[in-house]
């Protein structure tokens, strides 16, 4: 797998855990944060496209789409 792009999402809650991460995206729908945690993704629903800064644009977005995208933690 390739490193293709970093990101930084930050006050982003997946399923009741606040989350702040730095991380890469390292294949398709699957985004590993520097503390190992692995984030699956539907590319379908939401995607996860470069976040150099907070941007609350796509937090909000992230965020109402939790419920239907099935964002879970794999450790």
């Not at 941007?55 to 977005?61: A, D, E, G, T």
């Given at each position: 797998?390739?490193l293709?792009?970093?990101?930084?999402?930050?006050?982003?809650y997946?399923g009741?855990?606040?989350?702040?991460m730095?991380g890469?995206r390292?294949?398709?729908?699957?985004f590993?944060?520097?503390?190992?945690?692995?984030?699956?993704?539907?590319?379908?629903?939401?995607?996860?496209?470069r976040v150099?800064?907070?941007?609350?644009?796509f937090?909000?977005?992230a965020?109402?789409?939790?419920?239907t995208t099935?964002?879970?933690?794999?450790?």
């Amino acid at each position: 797998m390739n490193l293709e792009e970093y990101y930084k999402i930050s006050r982003l809650y997946v399923g009741d855990r606040k989350v702040s991460m730095l991380g890469v995206r390292l294949s398709v729908g699957t985004f590993y944060t520097k503390q190992s945690h692995k984030i699956h993704y539907s590319q379908q629903s939401i995607k996860i496209r470069r976040v150099l800064n907070t941007s609350r644009q796509f937090l909000s977005y992230a965020k109402s789409q939790l419920n239907t995208t099935g964002f879970h933690w794999t450790h």
